[in-house]
């Protein structure tokens, strides 16, 4: 439900690499991350993803074909993760250019941009 809500309409590629980002945080020493114990915890945590705030995901229709699909790519993409392959480029962070660019992204590194979303990680 969270990548039909944060990336419907993204494509395959963009859909993949929002996964890799639940998976970077998942995997993540960072502190911020240390309730993202799972991806469905990384993905209900409060005020990290904005999609739980849009009164559109109450219409996610479970049963759909592009509720399939994107079923379908969350898998792969998990697996394709675990095999060492990150469309994210290690990002931990996105967001939407439709958006002004938050301040948190002023001290991160952008790693990507994919459609549009761009995608960041902590600069070292």
């Not at 109450?58 to 049963?63: G, L, T």
């Not at 759909?64 to 898998?75: F, G």
């Not at 938050?102 to 549009?116: E, F, G, Q, S, Y």
């Amino acid at each position: 439900e969270t990548l039909w809500g944060e990336a419907r309409g993204e494509g395959d590629i963009g859909l993949r690499a929002v996964v890799h980002v639940i998976c970077n945080r998942v995997h993540s020493n960072l502190p911020i991350f240390a309730k993202d114990t799972s991806i469905a915890k990384s993905c209900l945590l409060k005020k990290q993803f904005s999609c739980w705030k849009d009164p559109e995901m109450r219409h996610y229709d479970h049963k759909s074909e592009e509720a399939r699909k994107i079923r379908s790519i969350a898998y792969e993409a998990v697996l394709e993760w675990n095999s060492g392959i990150d469309r994210s480029n290690r990002a931990l962070f996105y967001f939407t250019k439709q958006i002004k660019k938050p301040d948190w992204a002023n001290d991160m590194t952008l790693t990507r941009v994919i459609k549009n979303h761009k995608f960041y990680k902590p600069t070292v």
